[in-house]
């Protein structure tokens, strides 16, 4: 397998090479913050399989052993590492690879802190584009 991707403005691109070890939905409040949305999709892979082809990415501590880079230019948060906890992984955030659907989630961590209406997504009416 092989995965490219890139951050918003595309100052920052990236390459994934072999499989993940997983692919996941976190519902932590530090995800939630760092990218302004109610969850972010990880696909977690060897560090090696790894490479930014452009760019470098600023990477700052955001909780503890938690480090998170994202482009210092447009702020689209890029990857995740934490030596403690996951020692020789990344995760990589799937909406910024350049096919996002070919990594789909396989599960859901965190979820002592999702938020209550995440739950019941499914169940809100669903429109193409914006609602007439």
Known sequence: MHHQGHCLCGAIR?????APLHVALCHCSDCRRS??????????????RLTVTAGQPKTINSSGTAMRSFCPDCGTGLF???????????GVQTATLDDPDALAPTLQIQVAERLGWMAHMQELPAFERFPG
């Not at 990236?14 to 072999?18: A, C, I, K, Q, T």
């Not at 990218?35 to 090696?48: L, N, R, Y």
């Not at 995740?80 to 990344?90: F, K, S």
């Open 14 to 18: 990236y390459e994934l090479n072999g």
């Open 35 to 48: 990218a302004g949305a109610p969850c972010v999709s990880w696909a977690m892979f060897q560090e090696a």
């Open 80 to 90: 995740y590492r934490n030596a403690v906890n996951l020692p020789g992984i990344v």
